[in-house]
T-cell receptor
Framework: KAGVTQTPRYLIKTRGQQVTLSCSPISGHRSVSWYQQTPGQGLQFLFEYFSETQRNKGNFPGRFSGRQFSNSRSEMNVSTLELGDSALYLC???????????FGPGTRLTVL | DAKTTQPTSMDCAEGRAANLPCNHSTISGNEYVYWYRQIHSQGPQYIIHGLKNNETNEMASLIITEDRKSSTLILPHATLRDTAVYYCIVHNAGGTSYGKLTFGQGTILTVHP
């Protein structure tokens, strides 16, 4: 099976802009989780989607949002970008939250 | 999810076994112990997980103490490619923590030639 894919791999934006990141899970996986990784805060959970429903959300402002489509592909959106949003954004898929997660390579976002 | 404590860094000689400890003294009965690793700037990689019994797969072995308050990940024959940050995570997969893995700072394992 193909692994988790994320697009784009690298992105440069300026403050105030918005960005959409995409994640394609492993075939058959219905759960998709998103994480933000920064040098200062480490890996932090953003949210999880299962069958198009957000089941869990981390402690991030409302500028961070996401959605999941019927084919389990997921997108996350960050509006009104701030310098502190510069990070590696990772998505992970699993058959369900009971199972191990498989991570994609991440999208490196730089906000100037 | 219970908190975990891991050494900040460890060294290992290539070809030798790497034993990475993790303390999780507040673990509850329905929480699993998961291990992931992250090689520089890549996404974390799942290694192994267990509830109370020792587990082994093609990558590693997981030894969980009888009281479940600590565990050890064993890489039997470490190679240079095993140099990575190793995360021990305690997770209640069946609870309300849907899809949420809580990562600590992990252990930086450096394998030397």
């Amino acid at each position: 099976k193909a692994g988790v894919t994320q697009t784009p791999r690298y992105l440069i934006k300026t403050r105030g802009q918005q960005v959409t990141l995409s994640c394609s899970p492993i075939s058959g996986h219905r759960s998709v989780s998103w994480y933000q990784q920064t040098p200062g805060q480490g890996l932090q959970f953003l949210f999880e989607y299962f069958s198009e429903t957000q089941r869990n959300k981390g402690n991030f402002p409302g500028r961070f949002s996401g959605r999941q489509f019927s084919n389990s592909r997921s997108e996350m959106n960050v509006s009104t970008l701030e310098l502190g949003d510069s990070a590696l954004y990772l998505c992970a898929s699993s058959e369900d939250s009971y199972n191990e997660q498989f991570f994609g390579p991440g999208t490196r976002l730089t906000v100037l | 999810d219970a908190k975990t404590t891991q050494p900040t860094s460890m060294d290992c000689a290539e070809g030798r076994a790497a034993n990475l400890p993790c303390n999780h003294s507040t673990i509850s009965g329905n929480e699993y112990v998961y291990w992931y690793r992250q090689i520089h700037s890549q996404g974390p990689q799942y290694i192994i997980h267990g509830l109370k019994n020792n587990e082994t797969n093609e990558m590693a072995s997981l030894i969980i103490t009888e009281d479940r308050k600590s565990s050890t990940l064993i890489l039997p024959h470490a190679t240079l490619r095993d140099t990575a940050v190793y995360y021990c995570i305690v997770h209640n997969a069946g609870g309300t923590s849907y899809g949420k893995l809580t990562f600590g700072q992990g252990t930086i394992l450096t394998v030397h030639p």
